[in-house]
């Protein structure tokens, strides 16, 4: 199979020589492949900006003999112009981007994991919630089997005065074996919809002090899986 077509969406690039870059990508059928677009930062590249991170395309690649694969050709499904436009919109499509090339190995295609990607990406393009980000977090994490319970205190079961969220604990916990981030009834009821199929719904909520709460726990859990800061979303504590 040296010569294949797939889609993706560009996760970062890194620059190569004078005027081709390598692109991290994450494709539909191949899992995340590396690939080089050579002649890209030419200004008159047959790629135009179509191989920039966020970008969705439809890639035709070459398998080397190394690990990185060439790029031979590539056509726009989604240019994501607002998201692209907006450095606010931009860093969330970076924390999207981020948390997917984390999740995601190279060779292993997963179409669900794509998919939820490219959704979380033309959502952000057309109509963007502050929980957009921690939600695309909790259901990523909810894929690979490693999201937060929250139907009962991870230590002794009971269902009632559930009051924080510890991820090194795996989820909820009651006022009795609290630890970790204190949890408001609200914040808990989001985190709940998120996982339980009521994502609409969820995106919806507008109370910021809940949208914070539910970031920070969404945040926390993909970070402690992830073992790692992700570096969007910290973006706002450095400044
Ligand atoms: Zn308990």
């Known amino acids: 199979m040296p010569l294949y077509r797939d889609e993706a969406v560009v996760l970062r690039t890194w620059k190569l020589g004078e005027a081709d870059r390598i692109l991290a990508l994450l494709t539909a059928g191949h899992g995340q492949v590396r690939a080089v677009a050579k002649g890209v930062r030419r200004t008159r590249s047959k790629f135009g900006g179509r191989l920039e991170p966020t970008c ?4 035709q690649l070459h398998e080397g003999r190394g690990d990185l694969q060439i790029v031979t050709q590539a056509e726009s499904l989604d240019t994501f112009p607002s998201l692209r436009g907006d450095p606010d919109r931009f860093a ?53 089997g490693l999201a937060p319970a929250l139907d009962a205190c991870v230590r002794c079961q009971t269902t009632d005065r559930l009051v924080a969220v510890d991820p090194g604990e795996g989820g909820v916990l009651c006022a009795d074996c609290r630890r970790g981030r204190p949890l ?16 609409s719904t969820a995106l919806e909520v507008e ?7 539910v ?25």
């Open 56 to 59: 969705h395309v439809a890639v």
């Open 92 to 144: 969330d499509a970076s924390a999207l981007l981020e948390v997917a090339e984390r999740l995601s190995s190279e060779g292993e295609g997963d179409r669900r994991r794509y998919d939820m990607l490219v959704g979380a990406l033309r959502t952000l393009e057309q109509r963007p919630s502050p929980l957009l980000v921690p939600a695309f977090f909790l259901k990523a994490l909810a894929h690979e």
């Open 184 to 199: 408001s009834e609200s914040a808990l009821a989001v985190l709940r919809a998120v996982l339980g199929g009521h994502l």
């Open 207 to 213: 109370d910021a002090r809940v949208c914070a709460e």
């Open 215 to 239: 970031d920070a726990v969404a945040t926390d859990a993909a970070e402690y899986h992830l073992e790692r800061r992700i570096r969007s979303r910290h973006v706002m504590e450095r400044a």
